[in-house]
């Protein structure tokens, strides 16, 4: 599997933005999905993860109730819609792939794939 995160771009404070993570590959609807961020000068950090067949997702704190994780097996891709933005939340976002959930929330080690990044810039 590989994957390609899409749909960044500039938008203001309180704006939405879907994000897309799109996989090649027939083994993508065994895969978990994770979206990560790192923003300048910080460790790169958990956003949000959505189990292989869709029914488990999982929020940091710091965005529950602003992002939500959906997927399309058929198409291969995972979305995160970003609503109610903030400054705070301007990273480059990187969606990843593993067949253990507890690797993407935990962190436990790096998940086995990871696609490029793509950038999320929220102006104030």
């Known amino acids: 599997v590989q994957l390609q995160a899409s749909g960044g771009g500039l938008v203001q404070a309180g704006g939405s933005l879907r994000l897309s993570c799109t996989a090649s590959g027939r083994t993508f609807s065994e895969y978990h999905i994770g979206w990560f961020r790192q923003a300048p000068g910080k460790e790169r950090e958990f956003v949000a993860a959505i189990s292989y067949n869709g029914g488990k997702t999982h929020y940091a704190d710091s965005v529950k109730g602003r992002f939500t994780l959906s997927r399309d097996n058929i198409k291969n891709t995972v979305y995160l819609v970003l609503n109610r933005l903030e400054p705070e939340d301007t990273a480059v976002y990187y969606c990843?792939?593993?067949?253990?959930?507890?690797?993407?929330?935990?962190?436990?080690?790096?998940?086995?794939?990871w696609g490029q990044g793509t950038l999320v810039t929220v102006s104030s």
């Open positions: 990843a792939a593993d067949m253990t959930w507890d690797t993407l929330v935990l962190g436990q080690r790096d998940p086995e794939i």
